[in-house]
C-alpha cells in the first residue's frame, strides 16, 4: 500500500459562501501529502440558466441536462468555478490543476441510457485512467475536479460530483491509502434534520440499513451514503461525511463511515 | 535539441465555424509527436455579454475586462470551448488535457498596470514552468490552452492567445524543437487584404520593417507579427501564420517567417 491520498467532496453551498470556501481552501491546502478536491457547481448554474432563458429541470434531485444546459454548466462547472477554486489554491502555495473527466480522459463514462426518464446528457461513471491520475499526482499536482465527464465519441456529460469522487477514491485505493471526505454544509449526517448538533458519529452497514429502514436518514442522503459504502466495499479505508471538521483530527465532529 | 514540438493557435472564427474547427481538429490530431493548442475564445463571450447585461468594451482591438467581463470569459474560454475541443481531440484519440496559466501553475503573469487606459483584469505574460509543460508532454498529454493566466495571488487573468502561444513556444524552445503556427481564416499575411490569394509567401525582419513602412501589413495583423519575431529572436525555430494549408507539408499555402 502506498502513501495517503485525500479526496475532499465540496458541495454547493460552500461554494456559494465565498468566506466559508475561503476558508476551506485554506485547511485543504494545509493537508500534507496527495490530495484532489472535488467539486459540484452550486447554485451559479441555476442562477444563470433563467438569465439565458432556461428552465431549469429536476427529478428525483437530478438535473435534467438539455444541450442548452449543458453549455450553461460546462461555463459555470468546468470554467468559472472550477478555474477560480485553482487560482484560489495556487495562491496558497499548491499547485492545483483543473480537470474534467474528458482531461487527461481521466473519466470513463457513458450517456445514461433513456428509460423512464430522459436525463439527457448525463453521464454514468465506468471507472478512471488510475494510471494517468498517479502520474499527475506523483509531479506534486492536485486535480481539482469538476462535474463534468465525456463518452470517449467527443461529447461531454454532466455528472454528480459525490460519484465523481467515490468513483475517484475507488480507482485510486490500489495505489494509495484512500480517505474519502464529503465536506457539505452540516457538520455530518443528523439523527434529527431539525438539530444540527444531533451528529451520527459512526455509522456501518448494519446500522446504516437500520437508519433507513426507520426513516431517518433523509432522501436527499441516500445517494450519498450510497456512494460511501460502495467506495468502501471497493477498498476506500475511510469516508466521512462533515463540515469543516473534517479538518480537525483531534476531534470527531464528522460522520464517520466504515463497513 | 530535443523532439519536435508544435504549437497551434487557433483564431476565434475557426471556433465559431463547427465544420471548419472539425476538420482543423482532425488534421491536428494527425500530427505526430509533440503538441499544444491555444484558442481564443471567438464570439461566444461578446454573444453572452448582452444577454447577462454587460457591454463588450474594446479598446484598439483589445478587450476591456472588468470583473463581469472576466466571469464572463472565464466561463467560455476556460469552460465551454476549452471542454468542448478536449473532449473532441479525446475522440479523435489524442489525449488532451485542458489548461489555463493557473492550472499548474503553468503560465506566470500580472495584471497588466494601469497607464493611459485601464484594461481591467487583462494579464501580461512573464513566462512559464517550461519544466512541468515538458513533464505533462513527456506524459504524452496535449496540453489544450484558453486564453487566461493568473496573478498567482489568487487573480484569473484575461490573456491574448497569440502571446500566450508565443510565450509558451519561447519557453519550451530549449527543451524542444518549437516551431509556432498562427491558425486563422486567411490563407497567410496577405499583400492585398481583398485579395485572399494574395499570400505573401516569406517574410524576415528586414521586408517586414519595409511591409509595415508601405502600410501592406494591416493595424490588426501588427501584433500577431510582433509575437512572432519576438518568438524568433527567442529561439522558436519557425513561424508560420496561415490557414488548414499549415498542415500541408507539401507546399507553402501559409506565410513563413523567419529573423
Redesign the interface.
Known sequence: MGDKLNIFKIGGNIIENEEELKQLLYLFSNLEGHKILVHGGGKKASELLP??GIKPRMVNGRRITDSATL?VV???????V???I???L??LGN??????G????SIHAHKRPITKIDYGFAGDVEGIDAK?LC??LN?G?TPVFCA?T?D?????LNTNADTIAATLAIGLSSSFQTNLNYCFELNGVLKDINDKSSVIKNIDSSSYTKLVDEGVISAGMLPKLHNCFEALKNGVREVRIGNLGLFENSTTNYTSLVL
Open positions: 438569465k439565458l453549455e460546462t461555463m459555470v462547472y468546468g470554467g468559472l472550477n478555474k477560480n485553482v487560482a484560489k495556487q495562491a499547485n492545483a490543476i483543473g480537470m474534467s474528458a482531461d487527461a480522459n494517468m502520474n499527475l509531479l499536482l463534468l465525456h470517449q465519441k467527443g461529447q461531454l
